[in-house]
């Protein structure tokens, strides 16, 4: 029998559009930033399809009152809430424990949350808030739970990224230890002036990481997905930029898109059927687009190493430093 074709789903297409045929009854699903942006329509999209999510957000009030809105949607809905701060490892790592207690599979983790032009320059253990952020404590948040994504394989990590990962100014010629500074930028860097900068770098780490990792647990049953969303007004990342983002969002608005669009891409790698056997690919508007990726830099393995091995001295030196409180 031949494979089924793909659908033609593209810019337009909605998150429960990509869902229409999916029954995710069964599939535990953890996703951090849940409440705000594409992360909401996400969650939204694969709740009503009957998933188990857990939503991972700083906010725990609001992520109580989304759930309650939830509920009178779809009333016998699976969702159960942790407090997570990205900016703290102890927090991610109590968070990473709080999972585990409950014994839950992990087949789908999604790391939606992000942050630009930051109003505190460094995390709680002291880098840089938008890396802290966006790379270093999702990096963690998957480190601690390696494990349950193993033994719930076949399963999934998705990495919301940006096709601002190709903007950084990184020249893909230069030393590596200069290509390494720049992505992990010193805590006493100005976020005001090089805020979208540091947004991109993140981003880029993002991707990094997310290659690295298909290099190394695909064979383990976990597929990668990195991905970028697509422009979308209104959300708490384009609110940031104040009246550049109002002048943007005019210029681009032809090319933008609904939040429910914009959550599309994120449902299409977390749960669709038709990426099953995919893995290692960057995707934009629902399909694989390896022309928006910056080949370059992402697929450079010795970065992909340099920053793997990097984010992981820094969380031995969180766990060594713990250990001897």
Not at 76 to 91: R, Y
Not at 119 to 142: A, P, V
Not at 226 to 234: E, Y
Request: charged share 20%; glycine share 6%; aromatic share 8%.
């Amino acid at each position: 029998m031949a494979a089924a074709k793909k659908p033609k789903f593209g810019s337009s297409t909605t998150a429960l559009e990509v869902l229409k045929d999916v029954d995710l009854t069964g599939k535990t699903i953890l996703i951090t930033g849940a409440t705000t942006g594409i992360g909401r329509e996400t969650t939204r999209a694969l709740v009503l399809k009957g998933a188990h999510v857990v939503m991972a957000n700083r906010n725990k009030q609001l992520s109580e009152e989304f759930r309650d809105e939830l509920y009178k949607e779809a009333e016998h809905a699976k969702i159960d809430i942790i407090q997570l701060e990205l900016s703290s490892l102890q927090s991610i790592r109590e968070a990473a424990n709080e999972f585990l207690s409950n014994n839950w599979p992990l087949h789908v983790l999604i790391l939606n949350a992000g942050v630009v032009w930051v109003t505190s320059k460094t995390t709680t253990d002291g880098y840089e808030s938008t890396f802290g952020i966006n790379h270093l404590g999702h990096f963690y948040l998957t480190y601690l739970l390696l494990d349950k994504l193993r033994e719930s394989a076949p399963s999934r990590l998705v990495i919301v990224s940006s096709k601002l990962h190709a903007n950084t100014g990184i020249k893909p010629n230069a030393a590596l230890p200069e290509k390494l500074a720049t992505l992990i930028p010193p805590p006493d860097i100005s976020t005001f002036s090089l805020g979208l900068s540091l947004y991109a770098y993140s981003k880029l780490c993002n991707v990094l990481f997310a290659l690295k990792f298909h290099r190394l647990e695909h064979e383990n049953g976990i597929n990668v997905y990195v991905l970028h969303p697509g422009i979308i007004p209104g959300t708490g990342l384009s609110s940031r930029f104040g009246i550049l983002s109002t002048i943007y969002s005019y210029v681009a608005w032809p090319f933008t898109k609904s939040l429910e669009q914009g959550a599309a891409t994120t449902v299409y790698c977390a749960a669709s059927p038709y990426v099953s056997n995919e893995s290692g690919n960057y995707y934009a508007d629902c399909h694989e687009s390896e022309k928006d990726l910056h080949t370059a830099l992402a697929r450079d393995e010795s970065l992909q190493d340099a920053l793997w091995e990097k984010s992981i001295e820094f969380i031995q030196k969180f766990e060594s430093e713990k250990s001897r409180r």
